[in-house]
């Protein structure tokens, strides 16, 4: 199972060697989550409306190890844009992907833009 987990790193944009598409903007429903699949990642992406900002992590749950986060509810903590595993309740930060109840569980995001009506998520893979 852990080597699921290695496979998610988080990318910084300025590290992003490619920007793969993902969809089109109407492919994704407002303030909630959908998953993509990149290689042999699912990525859950979320078009967060209400902040008018797109988020990418990744969609495998750290704690019960379930592909779920993409059917996580999105909020604000904060002023930081969250998402909550719908198994446990854990919220998750889109921003830098730390756990935000302290424990040290921690999930991969992504870079994303928009280019016209496309959506794509940056990797470095």
Known sequence: MQNILEQYKSVAEAEV???FEVGTVSDFPENTGACIKYKTKQIAVYNFARKDKWYACQNLCPH???MVLSLGMIGDKDGVAKVACPMHKKNFSLEDGSN???DDLK???YPVKIEGENVYIGFVD
């Open 107 to 109: 999930i991969a995001v």
């Open 64 to 66: 019960k190890m379930e």
């Open 100 to 102: 935000l109840g302290g």
């Open 17 to 19: 060697k490619t920007w």
